[in-house]
């Protein structure tokens, strides 16, 4: 980062403890009522995790944590020892085991080993006589009663995905395991804490305004909170206010304050003239002579937050013990405050809607005016689109804020979270006729992957002409566009906000497109696949790491085993995707209620 910006400081949401994760059961699923673990580590009996004789897919073990640690969102380490040469005959690189975590309520989720450096897998799929693997454990996990067993609970099934991964010729016979905790994970805001700012002495007046010393400020937590003094018997102390949206239900008894996001100014209740002469005071006045606080707040927020993986890095204060920081992903949904230009055209379309969801296009206003996370919303009505909607019924399809991330090809990052659904259901619900049902859901996405053969002008660097390509494309065929991203200067669309719902896509527009690519002298062929793209079932970039030759930890390996750890990569990216279908016609129809992102496109240099 050049030293003439401005720091980009993130603090975490909460307090985080790193603690030693417990391990008290190891169990299989053939004899579940049999705990391993005293007798593993009394050096006493070793432990089959499969069938004994033949492994059989779908074979199953269960390590089980205390409830009482709470390793949720740590970096866990499993450590193995085992007994050499015991699991044969699969593929060491590409193991056919599948790890996964209890969410609680009987719900798992998929784990993938991490593929930072140092925390590896090097088990080997129980092959090494020594191994460790280290997974990044989610934030929502949760305990969970597996046949009578509660724990925090991670398990192991062996299912091969690929016949290319060989099945075992006999159970692995592990003699030890011990865990560690080399860290943890939790959520971070951009935005700095200040406590404690006092703001001024109170006049007595109605309609005071005071000013916090930075701006923008971040939405206040619970704890939060102007706080003015009072007098409490013969001592003084500072009492909490509440912020209110506005002061329309305020009376001349509640202690109510108004705070801007955008500018820090804090507002006290106006006294306002009533039709009949007399005045009405709005919201209690604060004493005069009292002093006026605010107990917390953060500051920050912003497009500038939207910063890449691996950019957080430098710690603002030493901490014992933690030897470095880094975001595992991007950093997402900052964004600047609405500008003059928003305000007026968001003024114009509250004064057609007023106050009320009739037409589809109403419910997509208030929807995005719900929160400014909803990036694009498409209202589907029982007479619009072509899926078959009941009478009464009002389909809402959102397509959430989710910064570079999707144009960084991270497409799990499209999922609709529960939180934000029932954040614009109930925002929504209280604009909607009273006949009219109302469901909200994600939308549907297919992604595309262009192969393009061009032949290059002269004098033109391959590198350079195929990110243009790569650029344009994605600018062309995604769910929105970031708030910062600017069209290629050939982009002859203006306007454009993303690939619109339901909107076919024809070859002969790549073709175009690509040809105004500067760089491009002739466009020889253009080829389409799809596929579909299901974020919650989509993997960041960062959980599978494809091997590169040059990586330093690659260097000292043979011709032959760089060679099996590429292959391995390749196979486990090939397993976690929807196979790609090609498009044999010249146009893609798109349903209704799709839209279309970009995927890895392929471009290919053609001398003639």
Same mark, same amino acid.
């Given at each position: #980062? ?7 400081? /993130? ?18 699923? =053939? ?15 070793? @432990? ?21 640690q709470n390793i949720r969102g740590h970096i866990l380490a499993l450590s193995f020892r085992v007994m050499a040469e015991k699991g044969t005959g699969i593929r060491p690189e590409d193991p056919p085991l599948v790890w996964e975590c209890s969410l609680g309520n009987g719900k798992w989720k998929e784990l993938f080993p991490s593929q930072r450096s140092g925390e590896k897998?090097?088990?080997?799929g129980f092959n090494n006589e020594q191994g460790m693997i280290a997974f990044i454990l989610p934030l929502d996990l949760e305990p969970d009663d597996v046949l009578g067993r509660i724990a925090f609970w991670i398990r192991c099934r ?8 060989? #099945? ?7 003699? @030890? ?33 005071? =000013? ?40 001349? /008894? ?28 709005? !919201?209690? &006045?604060?004493? $005069? ?14 497009? $500038? ?39 007026? #055209? ?92 109302? /469901?909200? *859901? ?25 990110? *243009? &390509? ?27 906000? !993303? ?55 690659? $260097?000292?390996?043979?011709?032959? =085993? ?13 397993? @976690? ?27 290919? /240099?053609?001398?003639?």
């Amino acid at each position: #980062m050049l030293t003439d910006e401005p720091e980009i400081i /993130f603090t975490t949401d909460k307090d985080l403890t790193v603690i030693p994760a417990r391990l008290t059961q190891v169990r299989r699923i =053939q004899d579940f009522h049999r705990n391993y673990l005293p007798r593993l580590q009394k050096h006493i009996e070793v @432990f089959e995790p499969f069938d004994n004789d033949k492994p059989q897919i779908g074979d199953t073990f269960y390590l089980g944590f205390d409830m009482e640690q709470n390793i949720r969102g740590h970096i866990l380490a499993l450590s193995f020892r085992v007994m050499a040469e015991k699991g044969t005959g699969i593929r060491p690189e590409d193991p056919p085991l599948v790890w996964e975590c209890s969410l609680g309520n009987g719900k798992w989720k998929e784990l993938f080993p991490s593929q930072r450096s140092g925390e590896k897998d090097t088990t080997r799929g129980f092959n090494n006589e020594q191994g460790m693997i280290a997974f990044i454990l989610p934030l929502d996990l949760e305990p969970d009663d597996v046949l009578g067993r509660i724990a925090f609970w991670i398990r192991c099934r062996f299912e091969p995905r690929d016949k290319r991964q060989g #099945m075992y010729d006999r159970s692995p016979q592990i003699t @030890f395991i011990e865990t560690f905790s080399f860290g943890a994970t939790t959520y971070a805001t951009h935005g700095v804490y200040v406590y404690e700012e006092r703001m001024g002495v109170s006049t007595g007046e109605p309609h005071q305004l005071f =000013q916090l010393q930075n701006a923008p400020i971040l939405p206040l937590e619970a704890d939060d909170s102007v706080e003015i003094e009072e007098k409490r018997g013969d001592d003084i102390v500072f009492v909490k206010w509440k912020q209110v949206p506005d002061f329309s239900k305020s009376t001349i /008894f509640d202690r109510h304050y108004t705070l801007v996001l955008s500018t820090g100014e804090v507002a006290f209740g106006p006294s306002i003239r009533q039709p009949d002469g007399t005045t009405r005071q709005y !919201g209690r &006045i604060p004493e $005069a002579g009292r002093e006026v606080r605010i107990n917390r707040y953060r500051y920050g927020g912003g497009i $500038a937050g939207n910063v890449p993986s691996n950019q957080i890095q430098v710690m603002k204060k030493a901490i014992p013990y933690i030897d470095r920081v880094v975001n595992l992903i991007p950093a997402s949904n900052g964004r600047d405050s609405e500008t003059m230009e928003e305000l007026m #055209m968001r003024a114009r379309r509250e004064l057609r809607t007023q106050g009320r969801a009739v037409t589809a296009e109403d419910y997509e206003l208030f929807a995005k005016k719900a929160d400014r996370a909803v990036a694009r919303v498409k209202a589907n009505a029982p007479d619009v689109g072509t899926r078959p909607i009941p009478p009464g019924m009002v389909e809402l399809l959102i397509i959430p804020v989710a910064g570079d991330t999707v144009h960084e090809l991270d497409l799990s990052r499209l999922g609709l979270s529960d939180a934000l659904k029932n954040k614009i259901r109930v925002y929504v619900d209280e604009y909607r006729l009273v006949t009219t049902t109302l /469901f909200v *859901r994600e939308a549907n996405y297919i992604g595309i992957q262009a192969e393009v053969n061009v032949v290059l002008e002269n004098h033109y660097d391959e590198d350079v002409v195929e990110e *243009r &390509i790569q650029t344009s494309l994605r600018y062309l065929i995604t769910p929105f566009l970031p708030d910062n991203a600017e069209p290629p200067s050939y982009f002859t669309m203006r306007d454009w906000e !993303g690939w619109p719902f339901g909107r076919d896509l024809y070859v002969a527009e790549l073709y175009s497109l690509i040809q105004m690519v500067p760089g491009v002298k002739h466009v020889l062929d253009v080829k389409m696949s799809q596929r579909q793209v299901i974020p919650d079932r989509e993997l960041p970039p960062s959980a599978i790491a494809v091997a590169d030759e040059e990586a330093p930890e690659n $260097a000292e390996l043979t011709e032959k =085993q760089l060679k099996e750890r590429l292959e391995s990569e390749s196979l486990k990216r090939e397993r @976690f995707v929807e196979p790609l279908t090609p498009v044999e016609e010249r146009m893609l129809p798109v349903p209704n209620d799709t839209v279309l992102c970009s995927l890895q496109h392929k471009v290919n /240099f053609i001398v003639l």
